[in-house]
């Protein structure tokens, strides 16, 4: 949900943040959605927008999102080492979390009973801490992205 670290996915078309590619992901068959998708300049914008289209999501969605959303974070590292690759080094070896107030998948929410208490499966904050090690160890393998072998993998009628 960051801005400032655009993404080019293909020629001549930048993608103004990876929730945008993610979301624009979810409708491979809806080139339009997806357009309206890349032109919103906020991540809440964003969501918002594909929140509008639910019923056209690609029906393995909850098979392949938390693929795509790997392969979105390595290109937001990929076409943005200096600033994206230093945020993730400054977090030393810190867990990453999403504290949000509605996912318990991607993020985790406060506990009711216990405030202090954070609860959720954090599957973005995991990704993260797995995208700053692998990072840290291998810096080099960022240079090159390769696309994820999904089925109807499209962006604005591309095979991706």
């Known amino acids: 949900m960051a801005t400032g670290y655009p993404l080019n996915v293909i020629k001549g078309v930048k993608i103004p943040t990876v929730e945008a590619l993610y979301q ?18 906020s991540p809440m914008g964003v969501k918002m927008k594909s929140a509008k289209y639910k ?7 909850d098979a392949v999102k938390e693929d795509i959303m790997w392969w979105c974070l390595c290109l937001k ?12 080094e400054s977090t030393g ?7 949000s107030n509605r ?26 801490m797995k ?14 992205v390769s696309r994820i072998e999904i089925p109807n993998f499209k962006l604005l009628g591309n095979t991706i």
């Open 24 to 41: 624009a992901c979810r409708f491979p068959d809806n080139p339009g959605i997806q357009q309206e998708i890349i032109d919103c300049k």
């Open 55 to 61: 019923q056209f999501t690609r029906p393995d969605w």
């Open 77 to 88: 590292l990929s076409h943005n080492k200096q600033t994206f690759g230093s945020l993730l």
């Open 93 to 99: 070896e810190k867990t990453i979390v999403e504290e």
């Open 103 to 128: 996912d318990k998948f991607w993020g985790a929410k406060r506990d009711k009973a216990n405030p202090d208490i954070l609860v959720g499966e954090n599957r973005l904050g995991l990704l993260l």
């Open 131 to 144: 995208l700053r090690s692998e990072w840290k160890s291998n810096p080099d393998s960022f240079y090159l």
